[in-house]
């Protein structure tokens, strides 16, 4: 073999190589063949440790004619302690990687695949099964979220107060001194939509430890309040540790993972987002997040600025500018001040396009009406817009005041699920009868649901919020989630009184470990096997779940057995169920997550 650079030998020189250049090339073939048999032997030794590689998912659709798909055992270890809170996509020691500006280290940055843990979360020391609905509302064992910080940064506001092993929420925050309660008892003076049953979602940015939230629970308004993970303060963790819906997030540089026109009402409550800054792109999203008619409540700077400037290091004028600044932006977007006492200030969004079509028809108009590049409901990973999302003109009954009273709108057939392929009123009652039979079925199977023993439920593939429209009357929330790949009809969960968010169950999801009790998904890895792997799917389930919390999957019978055999290997219990008209396509799995300690190198139930 010669180097193409290099001249040919001479003769004299090729002759006199002979001997030498075959002895390499005997040596060289001999010592080729011996590291390929160590290489051989070494690779046939790694797949045999590593056994997960064997239930990678097959790169193709279930076929149930094929025979089930078979995967091999597998025990996962336990991950490190340190990784007690870990929470892969928002996870803190991989800020620095990121920038600052406008916070885009706190979105989502989830690690790549060779980095991901392939471990169990294990519990803190100490860890107790949570406190019970409605009692977790007040209190939670100090054990589960051990942190101090907030404690003595927020003593003064009243958020919280650690008291011998529990944390206690006496209610209190930053702009309701007096109280979450009597705070909610003036919001809905200034907006009597709150007590009839018109208003039933809403979104809580910077939500502290989600005592909004949780106070209106018993208003009949279910809130999903929104906060992003941080070092120390753990809101997100605290509200679902008392059983209040909650999810990490941000508003930065893309867009919140919700639909548009999808809540009744947004609060802020001295949440210390800069509105009117990078051309109000902030409260731009606000907009298209909010339905026609919908209510914007802002407590804190500067609203009440006259009063209240001392205690916010500025000057008055500084502050009356920042309140004109606010005021003119919003009047821009099409909102229009609603009504304001003490410290709340309320805006109502245009019930209908008239303003958008005057407002925005001005070319040098600012902010501008948005193009068609980007769908309004475009939500994954989106970067967010200086422009106007105006709602869709032929969408007639999607504004606050033409939508059903709660709880009416939970079982009529929204105008929106017109807009989805083979959606239709006949398709929408079909299926809310179908879950209320499997529901009752579920139950048979599962009997804690509907008792205090489930509190955080999620349904990780839904469709149109049926499962949780038939577990309505029980002491329990959902969160339903609609796959980021799926077809878009979250805006018809949205539309029926329920909440929920975009995501792609190939990546993490947006929350603390342990924070939910019982997680359903309805064929996902049928759907959606061919674009990850199984175990990850499995092992974040694991991650998110409660101990002793609950998982029903239903799946065909080609996975069934396989999703079985890994949850063995994360240290759950499960059985085989027929379905509720013992058809042979499809079993439902019924398991436990136990609740194991990290003691050394060992564990124990």
């Avoid at 045999?48 to 193709?60: A, V, Y």
């Avoid at 939670?140 to 101090?148: A, F, I, Q, T």
């Avoid at 699920?417 to 079925?441: E, L, M, T």
């Avoid at 974040?540 to 609950?550: Q, V």
């Amino acid at each position: 073999m010669k180097n193409k650079d290099s001249k040919p030998a001479s003769q004299s020189d090729k002759g006199s190589r002979v001997v030498p250049m075959g002895i390499m090339f005997i040596v060289l073939c001999g010592l080729s063949f011996y590291l390929g048999g160590i290489f051989c032997s070494e690779k046939d030794s790694f797949l045999t440790k590593d056994i997960t590689k064997s239930i990678e998912s097959p790169k193709r659709t279930a076929d149930a004619s094929s025979g089930p798909l078979q995967v091999k055992s597998v025990a996962f270890p336990e991950c490190s302690i340190e990784f007690q809170d870990y929470t892969p996509c928002t996870d803190p020691k991989r800020w620095k990687k990121y920038g600052v500006h406008r916070l885009t280290f706190l979105e989502r940055h989830c690690p790549p695949l060779f980095d991901r843990k392939e471990c169990l979360v294990p519990p803190p020391d100490g860890y107790k099964p949570p406190i019970k609905w409605p009692k977790s509302r007040d209190e939670c064992w100090y054990r589960n979220v051990p942190y101090d910080w907030i404690n003595k940064q927020k003593s003064n506001q009243n958020w919280l107060r650690k008291e011998g092993e529990k944390f206690r929420f006496p209610g209190g925050g930053t702009m309701f001194p007096h109280g979450v309660s009597a705070y909610v008892d003036l919001m809905q003076d200034l907006i009597p939509q709150m007590k009839d049953g018109t208003i039933r979602t809403a979104i809580d940015t910077g939500c502290g430890v989600a005592s909004w939230g949780g106070d209106l629970l018993d208003r009949g308004i279910l809130t999903i309040s929104l906060a992003p993970r941080d070092n120390h303060e753990a809101q997100v963790q605290f509200a679902l540790e008392r059983g209040i819906p909650a999810i990490l997030g941000v508003i930065s540089t893309q867009r919140l993972p919700f639909p548009s026109n999808s809540f009744d009402m947004a609060h802020c409550s001295r949440c210390l987002i800069p509105w009117t800054e990078f051309g109000g792109i902030y409260l731009l999203e606000i907009n298209r997040v909010l339905r026609p008619g919908g209510f914007w409540v802002l407590s804190g700077p500067p609203v009440n600025y006259e009063n209240r400037w001392r205690g916010w290091n500025t000057t008055v004028e500084d502050q009356k500018s920042d309140y004109e600044k606010l005021q003119e932006l919003l009047t821009s977007m099409c909102f229009t001040l609603y009504n304001k006492k003490d410290d709340i200030a309320v805006w109502q969004k245009s019930k209908d396009n008239s303003c958008f079509t005057k407002t925005l028809s001005n070319p040098d108009a600012y902010p501008p009406k948005c193009d068609d590049g980007t769908e309004p409901d475009s939500a994954w990973y989106t970067p967010l817009r200086p422009c106007v999302v105006v709602p869709n003109p032929k969408l007639k009954k999607v504004a606050l005041n033409s939508i059903p009273k709660w709880p009416e709108r939970l079982h009529v057939a929204p105008e929106r699920i017109a807009d989805i392929h083979g959606g239709s009123a006949g398709a929408f009652k079909h299926d809310d009868n179908k879950w209320k039979v499997r529901v009752k079925h579920y139950k048979k199977l599962l009997p804690p649901i509907g008792t205090d023993k489930i509190r955080n439920v999620m349904d990780m593939n839904t469709v149109y919020g049926g499962f949780a429209a038939a577990v309505i009357e029980d002491p329990l929330w959902v969160m339903n989630v609609v796959s980021s790949y799926a077809a878009n009809t979250l805006a018809v969960v949205y539309d029926r009184g329920l909440v929920g968010t975009y995501h792609d169950w190939c990546e993490a999801f947006s929350t603390y470990p342990r924070t939910y009790d019982l997680l359903h998904l309805d064929g996902l890895f049928t759907a959606e096997s061919h674009r990850c792997e199984m175990k990850y799917v499995l092992l974040e389930m694991d991650r998110i779940l409660r101990p002793n919390g609950y998982a029903i999957i239903r799946e065909s019978n080609y996975f069934v057995d396989s999703v079985a055999t890994i949850a063995k290997g994360m240290r759950w219990g499960c059985r085989k169920e027929d379905t509720e008209y013992g058809v042979d396509k499809e079993r439902i799995l019924i398991c436990q997550k136990k609740l194991w300690r990290h003691i050394g190198e060992e564990y124990v139930d």
